[in-house]
């Protein structure tokens, strides 16, 4: 069994639109994965599958042998503290506390507040030290983001599901969330990232691709840097992917 596999993902809501119509994949530990598609092709939807937020309306979705879609109430909050750690485009800050602070509180609902880590984690990421004081208002989109993938580092989970991670960040911005992205994943990380944007994609590992709820396209990726896809940004280089 793979680290991740989903079988059979069917989620319908209420209102009768069906988000996902059968997915099947497999994603193995370490893995950079990019799911791509167009709005509304169940991108978002598939993560918070993963991820415990949403049960499938039919189908399995399987982590490291636990059935995530049989999961509810204290052992759907279990599976999420030790398991996942998520990103948003939007970061979710809490605006009366300091970075440092917001840090700190991914670690309160996990076990006990250590301060240390919460620094070491925001060095990880490159937050400036003279910035752990300062309140989500006073930081920059870059900054608030790097507040936000400490967040959800500092419990060190295996996986990373990422939701349009730099899609309200600037051209540099971005680029250094994407960076900073491959310096997690060499060391372990298992990734998701939701992206609509081929550029963004190349520095993943492979690709999945939906459309309209339906699993269209699973691709390696782009082999060379100068190989550059259809409606991709070329001014975003990034380095060579570590290949396994």
Same mark, same amino acid.
């Given at each position: 069994? *793979? +680290? ?19 997915? %099947? ?5 370490? &893995?950079?994965? *990019? ?11 598939? =993560? ?12 399995? $979705? ?32 809490? /605006? ?12 309160? +609902?996990?076990? $006990? @507040? ?10 990880? $990421?490159? =937050? /400036?030290?003279?910035?752990? %004081? !300062? ?7 870059? &900054? ?12 060190? /989970?295996?996986?990373?599901? *990422?939701?349009? @991670? ?29 992206? !609509? ?17 339906? =699993?269209?396209?699973?691709? &390696? ?5 100068? &190989? ?12 060579? @992917?570590?290949? %396994?």
């Amino acid at each position: 069994m *793979a +680290f991740i596999e989903c079988r059979q993902v069917v989620k319908e809501y209420p209102n009768g639109v069906r988000a996902l119509d059968g997915v %099947s994949l497999a994603i193995e530990r370490g &893995e950079w994965v *990019a799911i791509m598609g167009p709005s509304g092709a169940g991108k978002s939807t598939l =993560l918070h599958l993963i991820g415990g937020l949403d049960r499938p309306t039919a189908g399995e $979705v399987w982590v490291d042998r636990i059935p995530v879609h049989t999961l509810e109430g204290a052992a759907a909050a279990d599976y999420r503290r030790n398991y996942v750690g998520i990103i948003f485009q939007q970061f979710h800050l809490v /605006p009366y506390l300091t970075a440092l602070e917001n840090v700190m509180l991914a670690q309160y +609902f996990h076990s $006990v @507040p250590d301060e240390a880590q919460a620094r070491r984690v925001l060095e990880l $990421v490159g =937050l /400036p030290k003279e910035r752990f %004081s !300062h309140y989500p208002a006073q930081l920059s989109g870059g &900054e608030q983001q790097r507040v936000a993938i400490a967040r959800a580092l500092v419990n060190d /989970p295996p996986i990373l599901l *990422a939701d349009e @991670p730099t899609g309200s960040l600037d051209h540099e911005a971005e680029q250094t969330v994407l960076a900073l992205f491959q310096r997690i994943h060499a060391r372990g990380k298992t990734i998701l990232l939701v992206t !609509h944007a081929p550029h963004v994609a190349r520095w993943a590992q492979r690709r999945i691709v939906l459309e309209h709820g339906r =699993l269209v396209d699973v691709a &390696e990726p782009w082999t060379t840097l100068q &190989e550059t896809p259809a409606g991709a940004d070329a001014t975003l280089d990034p380095p060579e @992917p570590t290949r %396994s």
